[in-house]
């Protein structure tokens, strides 16, 4: 049965990651402040802290990529509301505009889709590998 991490289990741990992440001290510094070997200390740096750090980005991604959809969806409902008004008072020039911004708003959104898409197949074939 595999040995434990030594690090993760250390009371010390998050201080650790801290340290490891912020590169504020080399791996033996961080192994001889706490009793630890520095083996152990650069096995768990490059073993645990990247699994950390990409758990902690994708959760910083999507909560940008939830914000950047509702202003997408303000700003195409507020283009939506302009060329409705437009149409009421019989505005072709400002009608056009608002038809032209929701044509915009709406490729970008695409674009979004697209790129998702595009990363989502990309990560299943790293995984197939």
């Known amino acids: 049965m595999p040995r434990r991490c030594t690090v993760c289990d250390h009371p010390d741990r998050l201080a650790i990651d801290r340290s490891l992440v912020e ?8 192994a001889a402040a706490r009793d630890l070997s520095e083996s152990a200390v650069h096995r ?22 939830n914000l950047l959809l509702r202003l997408l969806t ?30 915009r708003l709406l490729a970008i959104g695409l674009r979004a889709v697209e790129v998702d898409e595009i990363e989502r197949r990309l990560s299943a074939l790293e995984e197939e590998s």
Do not use: M, N, W
């Not at 590169?23 to 961080?30: A, D, G, L, P, W």
């Not at 768990?44 to 990529?65: I, M």
């Open 74 to 103: 303000r700003l195409y409902a507020c283009a939506d509301a302009i060329l409705a008004r437009a149409e009421t008072a019989g505005d072709d020039k400002l009608a056009l505009g608002a038809i032209r911004e929701s044509g």
């Open 23 to 30: 590169r504020r001290s080399t791996f033996r510094e961080i």
């Open 44 to 65: 768990h740096a490059s073993e645990h802290v990247p699994a950390q750090l990409t758990r902690a980005d994708d959760a910083r991604v999507a909560v940008t990529a």
